[in-house]
């Protein structure tokens, strides 16, 4: 069998060639480094003896000096000139002394008397020494130390080295003078022949801050010297193009900018070492490379009969050749290889029974074709499919095609084209099965490349997914679906809804969104329950299908709310028809459980995109708001959206934010309207009516924020506010000495339903420290019997155990039993202004009232009427036996200084008066 790649033994043998050859390579190169690098270090080393012979010739100059100018400072010639203040003299004897010396010359050469500073300066060099020295340098110069000066006022500086020698006169010790004397070490040529002649250099250079003082040979260039102090940087020397280059500090200088020597000479020794290496490298690479390939040809010998030998074993093997045995050799590894192939053959066949046993009694189907041929199936994918044990020869054999439902036959084809090109098709996937009996069977297939018989062939392993499928749909059908109704919930809604408006932007369709809330529907749940609750529902929302097209969308998105989604509409008039049709179906009587029959009205309100918006959370917000609207209307109608509902909602959420900050801050304020009684002429009592004002929003009538604090539960701290302030007016009027015969304070049901109402009511009053009987609690008699909440007798009664007054506000506009008023323990009754404001024409109006108040009196019960507003309403009223009035006629609601000067100017009287006359 042929086989592509390289021989072992071709390959052991390069290897070894090329490793030999690599280590020799290697060796020779760290040998050529090492001598590198003591060739280096030598240098390192001669320049650090450069350096400190470079120092001791400066140090050597300096002293020279300095010895010459301590053997003048104690002649005695000099001395005497001193003491004399002969300046000639001292300036011909200076003179002398620089003549007569062997060694360095001083190049600057003054001497300050005790009684004049620079007295002479007999200097020989050729600058200005009083720029470099002026008079505070030399006051202040230190005795017997060297310092460095420098003048860096022109572009060549100007550097001198002096020490100043005190003058003493032997007879009395005193310094009678200074000799200040130094060196020029620009231009110090003597400094420079000393230096060149110690370092045997013949370029050689003084720097200092960058600038040539003094040079020989190549640094007379000062752009060489540039290039070298570069080179150089912050070493000390460089090896460079077969040259040392050294820089050797002569003088640190006060002020941190040292003087240095540089200095060039030959060195071939680097080249030296590079050349001998040069020489041997050639030679010495072909021995090594001879050895190695001697080397290898005698590993190759050694081993390839062995390497033979397993090789020759491990194909026999492959074939199924059992009888082939393995013959030992001289290497004990492949002796050791050869043992591990035959327990390894051995272990494969073995595992190779095991894996087809596995794979007939494995529990997912398994299936293997090629070329669009079964070749082998399992007993489970048998079993998968509906096949008996004994009916395999139906599918193998046969077109793989088969077992696949004819709808996923385009789809698979492309995922095998995908692999035949190479691309990356899914390899785990969901798919459809055809059974023996053609029934589509969810599978789950993982798919993978195999061999069969040395060709390839595809593996794959199905898995039997229905039931997970059945719980996907269950899954998804309460994810998406309303489990009493069986329509759409909210997520799917908002889903279709998201898609319509999608598809409106490419079409330009108009469409609508309606919202739909069943009216009183609450009534009906509290008082037959659930039990006969749902059904109604289901029953409401089969109604609403049957109007709406099936391409549209019902949806139950609440308790009794229903949302639905029209696409495509034509115009208003189909968006109105449709609402009426379903609103006039929802209204039909509905056949309940036990006989009962039920009849319910609703209110819808309606969205129209994209002129009303044009996302879901716009179009659902706009359809809400005219839902409120008509329930506002009074319900059983439909409202399209506009803007001034907007406004309102927007206008509401702000009052909310502003009474919510009114009430925590204490701004709301109370306004008192009397209650005449008009055959006395006396003010019966008063009530008090919340009122308020806004910094920003101006005046807010009840009627606009009342029924606000009702929807957000401000009621109720704002009802215990009113309560409080109207039960310290009441204390206030009692005070002053005012008779009022009580207050009425308006009380909502949501107040009622608080834990601890009761006992608020009984803080306040011992708080206020009022009568109970001076306070009469008002409560509406619709809001009263219509919230299920609230058991009327047991409010009413606990109310009355206090001792408070109970009056039944707007009577007759509400739904309550007759036969409440003798179960409750009501007091009085307060007719409603909407009987009053055309009892002065209208007969039934009148009929209403006179009947009211005959009961009442029957019944023991007090009676007010509410909004009298002219005088002949009050003379029918108190025909009919009404003596309590309250209305504009006789005052309209004031505040609490206008009701206390209402008081006592009695405007009222003068209307009774009248009213007699």
């Given at each position: 069998?042929?086989?592509?790649?390289?021989?072992?033994?071709?390959?052991?043998?390069?290897?070894?060639?090329?490793?030999?050859?690599?280590?020799?390579?290697?060796?020779?190169?760290?040998?050529?480094?090492?001598?590198?690098?003591?060739?280096?270090?030598?240098?390192?080393?001669?320049?650090?003896?450069?350096?400190?012979?470079?120092?001791?010739?400066?140090?050597?100059?300096?002293?020279?000096?300095?010895?010459?100018?301590?053997?003048?400072?104690?002649?005695?010639?000099?001395?005497?000139?001193?003491?004399?203040?002969?300046?000639?003299?001292?300036?011909?004897?200076?003179?002398?002394?620089?003549?007569?010396?062997?060694?360095?010359?001083?190049?600057?050469?003054?001497?300050?008397?005790?009684?004049?500073?620079?007295?002479?300066?007999?200097?020989?060099?050729?600058?200005?020494?009083?720029?470099?020295?002026?008079?505070?340098?030399?006051?202040?110069?230190?005795?017997?130390?060297?310092?460095?000066?420098?003048?860096?006022?022109?572009?060549?500086?100007?550097?001198?080295?002096?020490?100043?020698?005190?003058?003493?006169?032997?007879?009395?010790?005193?310094?009678?003078?200074?000799?200040?004397?130094?060196?020029?070490?620009?231009?110090?040529?003597?400094?420079?022949?000393?230096?060149?002649?110690?370092?045997?250099?013949?370029?050689?250079?003084?720097?200092?801050?960058?600038?040539?003082?003094?040079?020989?040979?190549?640094?007379?260039?000062?752009?060489?010297?540039?290039?070298?102090?570069?080179?150089?940087?912050?070493?000390?020397?460089?090896?460079?193009?077969?040259?040392?280059?050294?820089?050797?500090?002569?003088?640190?200088?006060?002020?941190?900018?040292?003087?240095?020597?540089?200095?060039?000479?030959?060195?071939?020794?680097?080249?030296?070492?590079?050349?001998?290496?040069?020489?041997?490298?050639?030679?010495?690479?072909?021995?090594?490379?001879?050895?190695?390939?001697?080397?290898?040809?005698?590993?190759?010998?050694?081993?390839?009969?062995?390497?033979?030998?397993?090789?020759?074993?491990?194909?026999?093997?492959?074939?199924?050749?059992?009888?082939?045995?393995?013959?030992?050799?001289?290497?004990?590894?492949?002796?050791?290889?050869?043992s591990l192939f035959d327990k390894a053959f051995a272990s494969v066949q073995k595992t190779n029974a095991q894996f087809r046993e596995l794979i007939d009694g494995s529990l997912q189907g398994i299936v293997i074709h090629s070329n669009s041929k079964i070749l082998y199936v399992n007993d489970a994918l048998l079993q998968i499919l509906g096949y008996d044990a004994d009916e395999i020869d139906q599918l193998v054999g046969q077109s793989i095609w088969k077992i696949y439902a004819p709808e996923e036959h385009e789809r698979m084809r492309n995922y095998r084209r995908i692999r035949e090109v190479g691309g990356v098709a899914p390899t785990v996937y969901e798919v459809i099965a055809h059974s023996k009996s053609c029934d589509p069977i969810w599978i789950e297939q993982h798919v993978r490349m195999t061999t069969w018989n040395d060709a390839p062939a595809i593996h794959t392993t199905i898995t039997d997914i229905s039931d997970r499928k059945e719980q996907e749909k269950l899954i998804e059908q309460h994810a998406n679906y309303d489990?009493?109704?069986?329509?759409?919930?909210?997520?799917?809604?908002?889903?279709?809804?998201?898609?319509?408006?999608?598809?409106?932007?490419?079409?330009?369709?108009?469409?609508?969104?309606?919202?739909?809330?069943?009216?009183?529907?609450?009534?009906?749940?509290?008082?037959?329950?659930?039990?006969?609750?749902?059904?109604?529902?289901?029953?409401?929302?089969?109604?609403?299908?049957?109007?709406?097209?099936?391409?549209?969308?019902?949806?139950?998105?609440?308790?009794?709310?229903?949302?639905?989604?029209?696409?495509?509409?034509?115009?208003?008039?189909?968006?109105?028809?449709?609402?009426?049709?379903?609103?006039?179906?929802?209204?039909?009587?509905?056949?309940?459980?036990?006989?009962?029959?039920?009849?319910?009205?609703?209110?819808?309100?309606?969205?129209?995109?994209?002129?009303?918006?044009?996302?879901?959370?716009?179009?659902?917000?706009?359809?809400?708001?005219?839902?409120?609207?008509?329930?506002?209307?009074?319900?059983?109608?439909?409202?399209?959206?506009?803007?001034?509902?907007?406004?309102?909602?927007?206008?509401?959420?702000?009052?909310?934010?502003?009474?919510?900050?009114?009430?925590?801050?204490?701004?709301?304020?109370?306004?008192?309207?009397?209650?005449?009684?008009?055959?006395?002429?006396?003010?019966?009592?008063?009530?008090?009516?919340?009122?308020?004002?806004?910094?920003?929003?101006?005046?807010?009538?009840?009627?606009?924020?009342?029924?606000?604090?009702?929807?957000?539960?401000?009621?109720?701290?704002?009802?215990?506010?009113?309560?409080?302030?109207?039960?310290?007016?009441?204390?206030?009027?009692?005070?002053?000495?005012?008779?009022?015969?009580?207050?009425?304070?308006?009380?909502?049901?949501?107040?009622?339903?608080?834990?601890?109402?009761?006992?608020?009511?009984?803080?306040?009053?011992?708080?206020?420290?009022?009568?109970?009987?001076?306070?009469?609690?008002?409560?509406?008699?619709?809001?009263?019997?219509?919230?299920?909440?609230?058991?009327?007798?047991?409010?009413?009664?606990?109310?009355?155990?206090?001792?408070?007054?109970?009056?039944?506000?707007?009577?007759?506009?509400?739904?309550?039993?007759?036969?409440?008023?003798?179960?409750?323990?009501?007091?009085?009754?307060?007719?409603?202004?909407?009987?009053?404001?055309?009892?002065?024409?209208?007969?039934?109006?009148?009929?209403?009232?006179?009947?009211?108040?005959?009961?009442?009196?029957?019944?023991?019960?007090?009676?007010?009427?509410?909004?009298?507003?002219?005088?002949?309403?009050?003379?029918?009223?108190?025909?009919?036996?009404?003596?309590?009035?309250?209305?504009?006629?006789?005052?309209?609601?004031?505040?609490?200084?206008?009701?206390?000067?209402?008081?006592?100017?009695?405007?009222?009287?003068?209307?009774?008066?009248?009213?007699?006359?």
């Amino acid at each position: 069998m042929k086989t592509k790649g390289l021989k072992f033994s071709w390959l052991i043998g390069s290897l070894f060639v090329i490793g030999l050859m690599a280590t020799g390579i290697a060796i020779f190169g760290i040998t050529f480094l090492g001598s590198l690098s003591i060739a280096e270090l030598e240098a390192q080393r001669y320049a650090e003896r450069d350096q400190s012979l470079a120092r001791l010739v400066f140090e050597s100059h300096l002293k020279s000096i300095e010895n010459q100018l301590r053997t003048t400072a104690v002649d005695q010639d000099l001395i005497d000139s001193v003491n004399e203040y002969d300046s000639g003299k001292a300036t011909r004897i200076l003179e002398l002394a620089g003549q007569n010396s062997s060694g360095a010359l001083p190049d600057v050469l003054i001497l300050d008397h005790e009684k004049q500073m620079g007295w002479l300066n007999a200097s020989l060099a050729l600058v200005d020494v009083g720029a470099v020295l002026p008079g505070q340098t030399l006051r202040t110069m230190p005795p017997d130390v060297w310092r460095f000066y420098s003048d860096q006022s022109t572009d060549q500086s100007t550097n001198l080295a002096v020490i100043a020698i005190p003058v003493i006169n032997p007879d009395d010790g005193r310094v009678i003078a200074r000799l200040i004397g130094g060196s020029l070490i620009n231009d110090s040529f003597t400094l420079l022949d000393s230096l060149s002649n110690v370092l045997s250099v013949q370029d050689i250079a003084i720097v200092h801050r960058n600038q040539t003082l003094a040079s020989y040979g190549v640094f007379t260039d000062p752009a060489h010297v540039q290039d070298v102090l570069a080179l150089l940087g912050d070493k000390s020397n460089v090896l460079w193009e077969a040259k040392l280059f050294t820089k050797s500090v002569l003088e640190a200088g006060d002020s941190g900018s040292p003087i240095y020597v540089i200095a060039e000479e030959p060195s071939d020794t680097l080249n030296n070492i590079e050349d001998t290496y040069l020489d041997i490298f050639f030679p010495f690479l072909l021995y090594i490379g001879i050895a190695s390939i001697a080397a290898a040809y005698l590993v190759n010998q050694i081993t390839a009969s062995s390497l033979a030998s397993l090789v020759s074993y491990a194909s026999a093997r492959a074939d199924n050749n059992k009888s082939e045995q393995f013959e030992q050799g001289r290497i004990a590894e492949y002796n050791l290889l050869g043992s591990l192939f035959d327990k390894a053959f051995a272990s494969v066949q073995k595992t190779n029974a095991q894996f087809r046993e596995l794979i007939d009694g494995s529990l997912q189907g398994i299936v293997i074709h090629s070329n669009s041929k079964i070749l082998y199936v399992n007993d489970a994918l048998l079993q998968i499919l509906g096949y008996d044990a004994d009916e395999i020869d139906q599918l193998v054999g046969q077109s793989i095609w088969k077992i696949y439902a004819p709808e996923e036959h385009e789809r698979m084809r492309n995922y095998r084209r995908i692999r035949e090109v190479g691309g990356v098709a899914p390899t785990v996937y969901e798919v459809i099965a055809h059974s023996k009996s053609c029934d589509p069977i969810w599978i789950e297939q993982h798919v993978r490349m195999t061999t069969w018989n040395d060709a390839p062939a595809i593996h794959t392993t199905i898995t039997d997914i229905s039931d997970r499928k059945e719980q996907e749909k269950l899954i998804e059908q309460h994810a998406n679906y309303d489990a009493l109704t069986s329509l759409p919930n909210r997520n799917l809604f908002l889903d279709r809804l998201r898609q319509s408006l999608a598809q409106q932007e490419k079409t330009d369709a108009t469409g609508a969104v309606l919202i739909i809330d069943i009216d009183r529907f609450k009534a009906v749940n509290d008082l037959y329950g659930h039990e006969m609750g749902d059904p109604i529902l289901q029953t409401i929302a089969k109604r609403i299908e049957t109007i709406v097209d099936s391409s549209d969308t019902v949806s139950r998105i609440g308790g009794d709310e229903f949302a639905v989604l029209l696409t495509d509409t034509e115009d208003d008039w189909e968006i109105e028809r449709i609402a009426q049709d379903i609103l006039h179906n929802i209204s039909r009587k509905i056949n309940a459980e036990a006989g009962k029959e039920i009849v319910l009205t609703a209110s819808a309100g309606i969205s129209v995109y994209p002129f009303d918006g044009t996302t879901e959370t716009a179009l659902l917000k706009q359809a809400e708001a005219a839902r409120n609207q008509a329930k506002s209307d009074g319900g059983d109608r439909f409202r399209f959206f506009s803007k001034k509902m907007n406004e309102r909602a927007t206008r509401a959420l702000r009052l909310e934010a502003a009474l919510r900050r009114a009430i925590e801050n204490d701004q709301l304020e109370i306004h008192i309207q009397p209650i005449i009684e008009c055959v006395s002429g006396t003010v019966a009592g008063c009530e008090a009516l919340a009122r308020w004002t806004d910094p920003e929003l101006g005046i807010v009538s009840p009627g606009e924020f009342i029924p606000i604090a009702e929807d957000t539960g401000l009621i109720v701290p704002l009802g215990k506010q009113v309560l409080k302030k109207a039960c310290e007016f009441y204390r206030e009027c009692t005070e002053r000495g005012y008779d009022l015969g009580g207050i009425g304070v308006n009380i909502s049901p949501r107040q009622c339903r608080e834990d601890g109402f009761i006992n608020f009511v009984k803080a306040t009053l011992d708080e206020t420290d009022i009568s109970p009987r001076s306070l009469t609690l008002e409560i509406t008699e619709s809001m009263m019997f219509d919230d299920s909440q609230i058991d009327p007798v047991a409010l009413l009664t606990a109310i009355k155990s206090l001792g408070v007054k109970i009056s039944l506000d707007d009577f007759g506009t509400g739904y309550s039993s007759l036969s409440y008023l003798k179960r409750l323990p009501i007091d009085t009754l307060k007719i409603d202004r909407s009987f009053i404001k055309d009892i002065e024409t209208d007969k039934d109006d009148q009929a209403l009232v006179n009947a009211i108040v005959t009961m009442a009196h029957a019944l023991s019960i007090g009676v007010i009427c509410e909004g009298v507003e002219t005088r002949k309403q009050n003379t029918i009223l108190m025909h009919m036996g009404c003596r309590e009035i309250q209305g504009f006629y006789f005052g309209k609601p004031m505040p609490q200084d206008e009701f206390f000067e209402f008081l006592v100017e009695e405007p009222f009287k003068a209307e009774l008066q009248l009213k007699v006359s």
